[in-house]
Nanobody, 119 residues
């Protein structure tokens, strides 16, 4: 059974930083497009950032220049470095692994980790 386990969430003051991690198991990690999504109370889940197997990244406009997504294929782990955090970044953050081939519908989610930005 595929597992994606997030860690690193917590409470941080505005302007602070957090680093999220997502450890994957039972998938060929290096093949998958890895991503981070978030869902704030009363809102739909939204894309934060993705990174392909080749290291090509994509970011939501709201986090460009503040967040950095990365991956370590040797450790089957992806990361999200979040700097200059704002109260509107408060949400549950979910790790996602999606197979890049449209013909393969493998799409996995972690359980989520809470990030709260408040003073």
């Amino acid at each position: 059974q595929v597992q994606l386990v997030e860690s690193g969430g917590g409470l941080v003051q505005p302007g602070g930083s957090l680093r999220l991690s997502c450890a994957a198991s039972r998938i060929i990690f290096s093949v998958y497009v890895m991503g981070w999504y978030r869902q704030a109370p009363g809102k739909q889940r939204e894309l934060v950032a993705t990174i392909t197997s080749a290291g090509i990244t994509n970011y939501a406009d709201s986090v460009k220049g503040r967040f950095t997504i990365s991956r370590d294929n040797a450790k089957n782990t992806e990361y999200l470095q979040m700097n200059s955090l704002k109260p509107e970044d408060t949400a549950v953050y979910y790790c996602n692994a999606k197979h890049p081939l449209p013909s393969i519908s493998n799409n996995y989610w972690g359980q989520g980790t809470q990030v709260t930005v408040a003073s």
